[in-house]
């Protein structure tokens, strides 16, 4: 499986940007898809998730302002976020498993996209 994540950038606090997550080599409709991200100095957070049968899921530091959604008509997945902070700044990373439902531990991944720097100023 091949993941291409895009659509990082630089951003004021208050802003909002969305990043798509491009996938080939498998059935992308069936397996959960899921998005952490890694600051420096820290481990890698769950941020959200969408299940093969389209159930969503959140981080607590992100409910309310990002939404998961998935294109399966386009292999591509998609992560809207509002009302950005310093705090978001990282490096985000799509992900997915051979499973049809969402794991909060990105150890339950089992392939990977490259990253996509996402900063926020203050």
């Known amino acids: 499986v091949q993941l291409q994540a895009s659509g990082g950038g630089l951003v004021q606090a208050g802003g909002s940007l969305r990043l798509s997550c491009a996938a080939s080599?498998?059935?992308?409709?069936?397996?959960?898809m899921g998005w952490f991200r890694q600051a420096p100095g820290k481990e890698r957070e769950f941020v959200g998730a969408?299940?093969?049968?389209?159930?969503?899921y959140y981080g607590d530091s992100v409910k309310g302002r990002f939404t998961v959604s998935r294109d399966n008509a386009k292999d591509t997945l998609y992560l809207q976020m509002n009302s950005l902070t310093p705090e978001d700044t990282a490096v985000y990373y799509c992900?997915?498993?051979?499973?049809?439902?969402?794991?909060?531990?990105?150890?339950?991944?089992?392939?990977w996209g490259q990253g996509t720097q996402v900063t926020v100023s203050s």
């Open positions: 080599g498998r059935i992308f409709s069936y397996y959960a």
């Open positions: 969408v299940s093969g049968t389209g159930n969503t």
């Open positions: 992900a997915t498993r051979a499973y049809s439902g969402v794991n909060f531990y990105a150890s339950a991944y089992s392939d």
